[in-house]
């Protein structure tokens, strides 16, 4: 991408944000994150979204050095969440003749968060409106609950443009490098997941396009290779496995929870050649465990038991899951406890709730300390698991 040119007419004005090491105040985000924001420069210049508060200065910089003293007609307004639309207020004052062009559903959400819904400013578009800015026409779908209400995408005709919203988004900024798939998987899982159903009606809508780009609001404009983004987000979207192999996720207060979980991972290694990740939920980044549980076609709980109940960070983990719609999964246990043990009882209750969930039985009861018989239940357990 030259000259920050995506398209005949389409210019990425997007900016990085290196500083943040929190995405919406509870993801990390070491490579930092883009806000992305595109001008389709037409005989009606066009401006797609715009970007976060924090970065205000350094995006109309860019705007205005595009712009060249001129003035646009749109302001496409995809999704009202802060990261992208904090300045639509700032573009409609300096630009008094600019429309914004929104689902139904922005209306009353632009009111709330800038005391005012512009008025006879605003231009309501449906499903499969369109709209010329000269050389180029603009398509619009509703995406709503991808992953808010208000959301729609844009696609521009003539270049086969898709403007996805937050879709096909990823952590890291504009220019990194490496596996699309690790930080997209774990922003899609951590802020799309709960959306399955909504993600894909938006696909079944993209089936039937012509694409050649996809300009999303987060990450890397993607050019290439388009069926093979497209296909993990029909996995995601349809909570099936992307990859076979059992992630082990556990806990421990002294060590011996630990133990035996990394033993089991171990076993099946080592006997049956099974892909294992192992995480210790009390030093991870949450947000790598909850893309990891849904990488994995099966899952393993390893927690003791605490006040009578689970030790506090297996409980947030697997009410992250809930949160997320976690299933179609296997699911075995290991729990500790030495007096009364009920954390794999806990455990098991919990993930008996969510959606088509096989869960093995028996439980592996770890009694304080692993001994030659928890290693017979782990060899047990781990035949169970195999695949």
Request: net charge negative.
């Given at each position: 991408m030259e000259n920050n040119i995506i398209a005949k007419g389409v210019k990425y004005i997007?900016?990085?944000d290196l500083d943040l090491d929190l995405f919406e105040g509870q993801y990390a985000?070491?490579?930092g994150v883009s806000y992305n924001s595109y001008l389709i420069d037409d005989d009606k210049i066009t401006i797609m979204d715009t970007v976060d508060e924090r970065k205000?200065?350094?995006?109309?910089e860019r705007l205005?050095?595009?712009?060249?003293?001129?003035?646009?007609?749109y302001l496409v307004v995809s999704h009202l969440e802060p990261d992208h639309a904090s300045n639509v207020k700032r573009i409609m004052d300096m630009f008094p003749e600019c429309v914004a062009l929104c689902s139904a559903k922005a209306v009353p959400m632009m009111a709330r968060f800038f005391g005012t819904s512009f008025g006879d400013r605003v231009k309501v578009v449906?499903?499969?409106d369109t709209i010329s800015t000269g050389e180029h026409t603009l398509q619009f779908f509703m995406a709503p609950m991808v992953h808010w209400p208000e959301v729609m995408v844009t696609y521009e005709q003539s270049q086969k443009i898709l403007f996805a919203a937050d879709g096909f988004g990823k952590f890291g900024a504009f220019g990194?490098?490496?596996d699309w798939a690790c930080e997209a998987r774990r922003y899609y899982f951590n802020i799309c997941g709960k959306y399955g159903a909504s993600?894909?009606?938006l696909l079944k809508k993209a089936s039937g396009l012509d694409i050649a780009i996809i300009c999303p609001l987060h990450g890397p404009v993607l050019h290439e290779n388009l069926a093979y983004y497209i296909n993990l987000y029909n996995t995601w979207s349809k909570y099936e496995a992307e990859s076979k192999g059992v992630f082990v996720a556990y806990c421990s207060l002294h060590g011996n929870t630990e133990t035996a979980a990394l033993k089991l991972a171990e076993i099946l290694q080592s006997t049956y050649g099974e892909k294992v990740v192992a995480t210790d939920l009390r030093r991870c980044d949450m947000s790598e465990a909850i893309e990891d549980a849904f990488r994995y076609d099966r899952l393993v709980l390893a927690a003791p038991t605490y006040d009578a109940g689970v030790m506090p960070v297996m409980e947030d983990f697997i009410n992250h899951l809930k949160a997320k719609a976690y299933q179609n999964r296997k699911v075995g246990f290991i729990e500790n406890g030495s007096w009364a043990p009920v954390a794999g009882k806990k455990m098991r209750e919990a993930m008996e709730a969510m959606k088509n969930m096989t869960i093995i039985e028996p439980i592996v009861t770890v009694e304080s300390a692993m001994k030659e018989k928890t290693v017979e239940d782990l060899k047990v357990l781990a035949a169970a698991l195999k695949d």
């Open positions: 997007g900016v990085d985000i070491p490579q205000t200065k350094e995006w109309l205005e050095s595009e712009l060249a003293g001129r003035k646009p007609s449906k499903e499969g990194v490098g490496g993600v894909q009606a």
